[in-house]
């Protein structure tokens, strides 16, 4: 038999045959602002500082004034390219669900990329959680996704709506288990299913060795002497 060809994309976050994507979850875009004002406040801090040390060194800055505004060019072009990268970055970080699997997505750089899978048999608990005014006001917060034995659990920040998000995951969970118990005990052997019978271990039976015939004694009758035929003697 040939080797079956791979196909051309086979990446972890791809879907199963018989596997149906339920939903995709991205990040709140209030994740992406706190981004950009904290690259924007950190980069202006550094411009301003390095505009205190050239009025210190320099007592006429306007004959410097073409150097300055080459240098503010390159800088702007520099945050520009710096945001747009933060951005790619941001929207990559996904949670896909499915009837089957939980695929979490982290995009930890250009050259960072983390995919981590877990089968709904082997999801616990589902936990949301928010915190301070923004959160509670944007609706958004944190997505924790206990998992069993030694898996990592999933952790998804910035989650919108991460009640509505953890109830989904929960209902798949119990749906995969209704409706593929025997996947779902393969998946997790600690996963309770009244579903599915517990397996038997049937043992061959040796057959024991048939007994050797008895020989029976048989008792025969003596045949009976034949009537003598001879006349009597008379005296």
Do not use: W
Not at 37 to 58: E, M
Not at 155 to 161: E, S, V
Request: net charge negative.
């Amino acid at each position: 038999m040939e080797p079956q060809p791979l196909p051309k994309d086979d990446r972890i976050e791809n879907l199963l045959e018989g596997e149906v994507k339920i939903i995709e979850v991205k990040r709140h875009p209030f994740g992406l602002i706190a981004l950009y004002f904290q690259v924007i406040f950190g980069i202006g801090l550094g411009i301003g500082l390095l505009a205190f040390l050239a009025s210190s060194i320099f007592t006429d800055i306007s004959a410097y004034a073409g150097i300055i505004s080459i240098v503010g060019i390159l800088v702007l072009a520099f945050v520009a390219i710096i945001l747009l990268i933060a951005t790619y970055l941001y929207h990559q970080n996904k949670l896909i669900i499915s009837n089957k699997n939980l695929t979490q997505i982290l995009q930890k750089g250009l050259f960072n990329r983390e995919v981590s899978e877990l089968s709904m048999a082997n999801v616990e608990d589902v936990s949301a959680e928010k915190k301070g005014i923004f959160q509670t006001l944007l609706n958004y917060g944190n997505l924790k996704i206990e998992t069993a034995g030694a898996i990592s659990n999933f952790h998804f920040p910035y989650c919108p709506r991460p009640s509505y998000y953890g109830k989904i995951i929960l209902d798949a969970r119990q749906r995969y288990i209704d409706n593929d118990p025997g996947a779902a005990s393969r998946a997790n052997k600690n996963l309770h299913t009244p579903n599915v019978p517990s397996p038997v271990a049937v043992s061959e039976a040796t057959p024991s060795p048939s007994p050797a015939p008895v020989a029976t004694a048989l008792s025969v009758d003596p045949e009976p002497e034949a009537p003598s035929t001879a006349p009597p003697d008379n005296a």
